[in-house]
């Protein structure tokens, strides 16, 4: 089955400045790659997601670039904000050829910012 | 509108006993999953309805565990006998259909003792 790996497990920041966070997936069938943040007490909130028919996807200040050949993902948060305090989660899944229903999920970053 | 809601927030079980969780899912949506997070660790795969028919149930760890979704919306979690390590967070999400983005609720916190 799919194994996803995710780096770092924990990160801090300046407010104002990058995060940077890393996956890597190992069933080269996975396609769909949505990314996760997490509140304390709260469910996972979908913030971005990317499909392997494009390397790059863009949502305001945040963004996600896949490498199918390599087999890794990343987010990446520019202009950070104290609201971006949060464990984020990558997933990857065999997405729309079988459906989302199997998301594999990283171990989380838990992404503090420095104000 | 209102996202998937979950019942109830906390469960507190002694071990053994027989406990259920409800998820409401977002109208409309078709899909419906189920998942369970460990304290400090990402979600993990139990369950995926599509309609009333569980189309995917090789996530859950054993027979003790069990879920229903008679009406193609309202789904239970249920778990027989339960056990300590059964403690987690166990999250319900729903999608519009089954290739569709996962919005997923707050979650029960089972805790048994």
């Known amino acids: 089955g799919e194994n996803v790996e995710q780096h770092p497990s924990t990160l801090s920041v300046q407010e104002g400045d990058s995060a940077v966070i890393k996956c890597t997936y190992s069933?080269?069938?996975?396609?769909?790659f949505p990314w996760y943040k997490q509140e304390l007490g709260k469910g996972p909130q979908l913030i971005i997601d990317?499909?392997?028919?494009?390397g790059e996807k863009k949502d305001q200040r945040i963004a996600v670039t896949l490498n199918k050949t390599a087999k890794h993902f990343s987010l990446h948060i520019t202009e950070t904000q104290p609201e971006d305090s949060a464990v984020y989660f990558c997933?990857?899944?065999?997405?729309?050829?079988?459906?989302?229903?199997?998301?594999?999920f990283g171990t989380g970053t838990r992404l503090t910012i420095i104000p | 509108g209102a996202g998937v809601s979950q019942t109830p927030s906390n469960k507190v079980t002694e071990k053994g006993k027989y406990v259920e969780l409800r998820c409401d899912p977002i109208?409309?949506?078709?899909?419906l999953y189920w998942y369970r997070q460990s304290l400090g660790q990402g979600p993990e795969f139990l369950i995926y309805?599509?309609?009333?028919?569980?189309?995917?149930d090789s996530g859950l760890p054993n027979d003790r565990f069990f879920a229903v979704r008679p009406e193609g919306s309202v789904s239970t979690l249920k778990i027989q006998r339960t056990e300590r390590g059964d403690s987690a967070v166990y999250l319900c999400?729903?999608?519009?259909?089954?290739?569709?983005?996962?919005?997923f609720g707050n979650g029960t916190r089972l805790t048994v003792t």
């Open positions: 999400a729903s999608s519009v259909e089954g290739g569709s983005p996962l919005h």
């Open positions: 069933d080269s069938a996975s396609n769909y």
């Open positions: 990317i499909r392997s028919n494009v």
């Open positions: 997933a990857a899944s065999l997405g729309s050829n079988f459906g989302n229903e199997k998301l594999t």
């Open positions: 109208s409309g949506h078709t899909a």
């Open positions: 309805f599509q309609g009333t028919g569980a189309a995917d």
